[in-house]
């Protein structure tokens, strides 16, 4: 070979510099019968840090090293007067791994996944619909997705892991809000964040970063399927917390599919999760503290109650010790049946080839909804908002088993303190949490637990909010509880921000 015909590489401090890659699109969607014009900006920025001079002037300003390039979607209302006076919200699902197409094509954006009233998915292909419950009409839309999911990489000469972690995770968010905020002078406008079950614990960290970091006070967090506290849902021997606090969510699961006695069974929802949170929070909780003191008499009546609110056979939960763990609880209820019942959402059911193993194989009510989210969501990016990449949109990326917890070395992870601590700081800071019934991933009764251990001044204590919906972790696939939940976000977010300057 000739030295002409050497190939070349390009050295490493050659590579082409990271660039923004922005695509701006115009439409229009009715909501409650008003035609809304709106603008979409998608594509990536790059997120950078300002790299330090070393040698002589260490610690001086160097510039701006380049990390990662994030994707995001914004949304914001046409034809306004004042923007500075247009509410704007930060929207991210959780994971760790997931992208923002849950929130996004579910319940807040323009546009929806079509499924069936109670959220069980079509024939494929599937399709988007406007979406009439869009929250378009009062707040300005930026869906994130945080690096490894949906089209948000490293750049060149970084490591994907070292965002893979607490801290860095809720520090490339928080400097990404940062960025757009100010790229698009938004400082003045109220704003909010909403995040859905591992997004609820960024949300958290969120709102003491952006405080303390950037000097960021938001007016108000929405948490859908929050998880603060990972105490109250690690099922670890000696931790009975979960036992207690999932038992209401197997109750409801339970009701739906029909396995409870007669007496219950004819009762309305919330009437019998209100007989077993008292049991929960009165007997068992007395009873899961004695552990092996607790007379024999006592753990039989109390075998009996769990029977009599899980569905489960006695035999089963007294070879549990009393302590049913929800991989066991999905695949025991419709046992007999050959069938298991969902973890995100209980009232889906699956069918595992070995009807007698010990775990699901999947999660049903994950497959029931994961075709029609990632097909309708890469047509959509592509065709109505223009945006092209050939890398693969990453809707859930496996992280959790690899994620960095190191900051909370030997203690359960908890972002609650810090949640109050931000609204202690900032008392104006509104906090609304949205709960479905049959939610195994992140129960409405542990949720509820957390808050009531947050730990705020009396006076503080009405900036919490909560509803509740008779679906799932993802409660908007629920056609009737994505109306409810729009209504419930609208109302929360009216009320949180100023009153509009007078004309």
Not at 245 to 270: E, G, I, K, S
Not at 302 to 310: C, E, K, N, V, Y
Request: hydrophobic residues 40%; aromatic residues 10%; contains cysteine.
């Amino acid at each position: 070979m000739s030295k002409e015909d050497t190939p070349t590489q390009t050295p490493p401090d050659a590579q082409p510099t990271p660039q923004d890659n922005l695509v701006i699109t115009h439409h229009t969607v009715a909501i409650d019968g008003q035609e809304i014009p709106y603008t979409v900006t998608a594509g990536v920025i790059v997120l950078k840090e300002e790299a330090e001079r070393k040698g002589e002037d260490e610690g001086a300003s160097d510039g701006e090293k380049p990390k990662a390039s994030i994707f995001f979607v914004a949304y914001t209302r046409d034809q306004v007067e004042d923007p500075a006076s247009r509410p704007l919200t930060f929207s991210f699902n959780g994971g760790p791994g997931s992208s923002s197409v849950w929130l996004h094509l579910g319940v807040l954006g323009p546009r929806r996944v079509l499924l069936d009233d109670d959220g069980f998915a079509l024939k494929p292909p599937y399709r988007l619909v406007d979406n009439e419950a869009s929250l378009l009409d009062v707040t300005d839309l930026v869906f994130i997705d945080p690096v490894s999911t949906g089209f948000s990489r490293p750049v060149p000469g970084e490591k994907a892991k070292d965002f893979h972690g607490f801290t860095k995770d809720i520090e490339s968010v928080g400097d990404f809000i940062r960025l757009y905020t100010s790229r698009y002078r938004r400082w003045l406008s109220p704003k909010f964040l909403i995040g859905e079950s591992y997004g609820t614990t960024r949300a958290a960290g969120l709102s003491g970063y952006l405080q303390g970091r950037h000097g960021l006070w938001l007016n108000g967090i929405m948490l859908v399927s929050s998880i603060l506290d990972f105490q109250t849902a690690d099922f670890n021997p000696g931790n009975d917390l979960p036992h207690i606090l999932f038992l209401p969510t197997y109750a409801a699961t339970a009701w739906y599919h029909r396995r409870l006695p007669a007496d219950l069974q004819a009762l309305p929802l919330t009437e019998m999760l209100a007989q077993v949170e008292r049991f929960a929070l009165g007997e068992y909780a007395l009873a899961m503290l004695q552990g092996a003191a607790l007379p024999a008499e006592q753990r039989t009546a109390i075998a009996r109650q769990l029977t009599r609110f899980t569905g489960l056979s006695e035999d089963y939960v007294e070879r549990c010790d009393l302590r049913i763990e929800i991989s066991r609880f999905v695949k025991e209820l419709l046992r007999d049946q050959r069938r298991t019942v969902g973890r995100l959402d209980s009232r889906y059911t699956g069918i595992d080839r070995d009807a007698a193993g010990e775990r699901f194989e999947f999660d049903p009510s994950y497959a029931a909804i994961q075709g029609a989210y990632t097909a309708c969501f890469n047509d959509y990016v592509r065709g109505a908002l223009q945006f092209e990449s050939d890398l693969p949109y990453e809707i859930l990326k496996g992280l959790y088993q690899t994620w960095s917890y190191k900051e909370f070395e030997n203690q359960y992870v908890n972002v609650a303190e810090t949640l109050r601590k931000a609204i202690s700081m900032n008392p104006h800071l509104r906090v609304h949490v949205a709960n479905g019934a049959y939610d195994l991933a992140t129960p409405y009764f542990a949720t509820t637990y957390t808050f009531n251990h947050l730990g705020l001044d009396a006076s503080l204590l009405d900036n919490i909010t909560m509803s509740f919906y008779e679906a799932g972790h993802m409660m908007y696939v629920h056609l009737p509880s994505l109306h409810k939940l729009k209504a419930e976000l609208a109302a929360f977010i009216s009320a949180a921000s100023p009153p509009a300057p007078e004309q």
